[in-house]
């Protein structure tokens, strides 16, 4: 009878995959971890950002502004796309994500043709028809979730 993945006993699993590897203790009940998940996710998205920028330094290329001058047309980039809009709208709304956007375009982040891009974009994820995206919105970004941008243009850059 085949397992489930499920059954599976996640530390083994990671000492087979690399015996080296330390693996952190239980947490008794109540005690609380050494970081919150969120933060340890943004610890990582800032590390990616890292990471784009040592290869872009690598290959003598560092980006000059605006860092994404054109939305590349590939599928792949529509999944980053989607992915960067769904978190912005659903933690700022439409307004604020307008406002973002024009902000990313203000520090040259993002040329206007990219801005206009992702607000075509934003269309879909309304059942709205229209919008008015610089209208202040339910909640403000953070600079957290402006690093994050970065990492999704530097994403959509490195294309």
Same mark, same amino acid.
Do not use: C
């Given at each position: 009878?085949?397992? +489930?993945?499920?059954?599976?006993?996640?530390?083994? *699993?990671?000492?087979?995959?690399?015996?080296?590897?330390?693996?952190?203790?239980?947490?008794?009940?109540?005690?609380?971890?050494? #970081?919150?998940?969120?933060? &340890?996710?943004?610890?990582?998205?800032?590390?990616?950002? &890292?990471? *784009?920028?040592?290869?872009?330094? #690598?290959?003598? #290329?560092?980006?000059?502004?605006?860092?994404?001058?054109?939305?590349?047309?590939?599928?792949?980039?529509?999944? &980053? &796309?989607?992915?960067?809009?769904?978190? *912005?709208? %659903?933690?700022?709304?439409?307004? %604020? +994500?307008?406002?973002?956007?024009?902000?990313?375009?203000?520090?040259?982040?993002? +040329?206007?043709?990219?801005?206009?891009?992702?607000?075509?974009?934003?269309?879909?994820?309304?059942?709205?028809?229209?919008?008015?995206?610089?209208?202040?919105?339910?909640?403000?970004?953070?600079?957290?979730?402006?690093? *994050?941008?970065?990492?999704?243009?530097?994403?959509? #850059?490195?294309?």
């Amino acid at each position: 009878m085949p397992t +489930t993945p499920g059954d599976y006993d996640l530390r083994e *699993l990671r000492r087979l995959a690399d015996p080296h590897r330390e693996t952190p203790e239980e947490f008794e009940e109540g005690e609380e971890l050494p #970081a919150p998940p969120d933060e &340890v996710l943004r610890h990582s998205e800032r590390n990616e950002l &890292v990471q *784009l920028q040592s290869q872009f330094a #690598a290959a003598g #290329a560092l980006p000059e502004k605006p860092y994404l001058d054109a939305l590349p047309d590939q599928y792949s980039t529509e999944v &980053v &796309v989607f992915e960067w809009l769904d978190f *912005l709208i %659903n933690k700022a709304g439409f307004e %604020n +994500t307008g406002n973002a956007l024009q902000y990313y375009e203000e520090v040259e982040w993002i +040329t206007a043709s990219v801005r206009e891009g992702l607000r075509d974009y934003m269309r879909g994820f309304s059942e709205v028809e229209s919008f008015d995206p610089d209208k202040p919105g339910p909640a403000d970004l953070d600079v957290d979730d402006h690093v *994050l941008s970065l990492v999704y243009i530097a994403r959509l #850059a490195s294309v």
